[in-house]
């Protein structure tokens, strides 16, 4: 059986980004918006935005690193969306393959557009003055951490594409996952801010990550945030996976 879903999902997963690599605009329309965002705000608010760093495209890259990911699994319940209203699924029923496999294809597809894009981002970071002197293996925990976290974001778009009604609502729920960085110690440090919104910075997952990643690459001391990110992802993955397969079978049933 565990043979049988690998194989299934081995192949399905090349049919996905088969679909990705014929239409390369997916991957540069993921990487616009934060690449925007990286040159507005290093070159345009940097100067007047205090952040106790040398170089603000240092402070800043955690957190574009965070809103490309968000950006890129807008795709995936779009494509899965799209895949539900074509009928291909029930193609896919009528065929002797693990079922759970159709989902995990598009999962590991968005996994695969997503480290494209981070990479094309941190190429664009490197030729605005972005520098670390990090180890390989600070280096593969930073890449670690992005792996788990859109690994969770990707089973929460999941769960959108097969719930929404139309196009626009499944991709629209990133929305907010792409807005969430601006609150949070991504561009100012969280200290800046008043009471209550800094309260709210201060407990949302994306603080504990982007500062565990600065950290790394920063190569200062790693505190606690990195078990407070690890347990955010984990635990908003589980949660998420669990919801997305209860959602996928009542769908095909």
Known sequence: MTKRFLGDTALLTGRSLRHIM???????????????FMLLFVYVFGGAISSGSDSYVDYLLPGILLITIASSISYTAFRLFMDMKSGIFERFQSMPIARS???WAHVLTSLVASLISVVVVVGVALLMG?????????WLAVAGILILFSLA????????GLSANSVDGASAFSY???FLPFISSAFVATATMPGPVRAFAEHQPVTPIVNT??????QQPVSTAIWIA????VGILIVAYALAMATYHRKIA
């Open 22 to 36: 014929r239409s390369p605009d997916t991957i540069i329309t993921t990487t616009i918006m934060p690449i925007a």
């Open 101 to 103: 496999s159709v989902l």
């Open 130 to 138: 972005f520098r670390s002197g990090a180890g390989v293996l600070a």
């Open 153 to 160: 974001l990707t089973w929460l778009a999941v769960i959108a």
């Open 176 to 178: 907010p996952l792409i």
């Open 213 to 218: 990643i600065r950290d790394l690459y920063t």
């Open 230 to 233: 690890l347990a955010w992802c």
